[in-house]
């Protein structure tokens, strides 16, 4: 081992010799070029950086243009029973939609929230119920089993669709297939259904 030690240590000091005993002006120029390249690769990161933001930006831009196209679709359309308007943020909503007539939820009124993401309308929004919903496919977060919402969704779609389908499933909903086990069960006793549900959904949500 002594030996060993002996022989690294050697190798040290005789590549730190080496180092000494070059020229100034090669030392500095390898310096030199390690600054440069250093400085160069920072110049590649911040490049970058800037591509990622102009892309963002380009694609916020676009999703804003088609956002406000159906925010003056849904302002002048014949759909009863849905509202929908955006927040400072226009990736951001806020949906309203009232209860279907002749359904167990007739007479309520539930907001939601609307998240758009920058891939829209390639990729869904992502809608909670705000107002508490006992629903069979909706958990107590509010979060909705809807296969429009997932892997049926389309680029055809608009928020319109959206909440139209959401206003639909509340009085059709899919009970082989459950956020909400104990709603699903329950759904076959309407009178006890709709009493459970408006209990649920609290006094604010009555129309």
């Known amino acids: 081992m002594a030996d060993v030690a002996v022989h690294v240590s050697a190798a040290a000091a005789a590549a730190a010799a080496a180092a000494a005993a070059a020229p100034v002006g090669d030392r500095g120029a390898a310096a030199a070029t390690t600054v440069g390249d250093r400085a160069a690769a920072a110049a590649v990161v911040v490049a970058d950086g800037a591509d990622v933001n102009t892309r963002k930006r380009k694609r916020r831009k676009g999703v804003a243009k088609r956002l406000r196209r159906e925010l003056a679709q849904l302002m002048t359309g014949a759909c009863p029973g849905i509202v929908a308007f955006p927040s400072e943020d226009i990736l951001c909503w806020t949906g309203q939609i009232d209860g279907p007539p002749a359904t167990v939820y007739e007479s ?31 958990d107590t977060a509010g979060n909705i089993c809807l296969d429009i919402l997932n892997d049926m969704w389309s680029a055809a779609y608009t928020t319109t669709t959206v909440l139209l389908s959401v206003q639909s499933l509340l009085g059709q909903p899919n009970n082989s297939d459950p956020l909400n086990a104990e709603a699903a069960q329950l759904w076959a006793n309407q009178p006890l259904f709709r009493e459970t549900a408006r209990s649920f959904a609290g006094a604010g949500a009555v129309r």
Request: one cysteine or more.
């Open 108 to 138: 309520l009124t539930f907001k939601l929230s609307i998240q758009f993401p920058l891939e829209y309308p390639y990729s869904p929004p992502v809608v909670k119920f705000d107002t508490p919903c006992y629903h069979p496919n909706v």
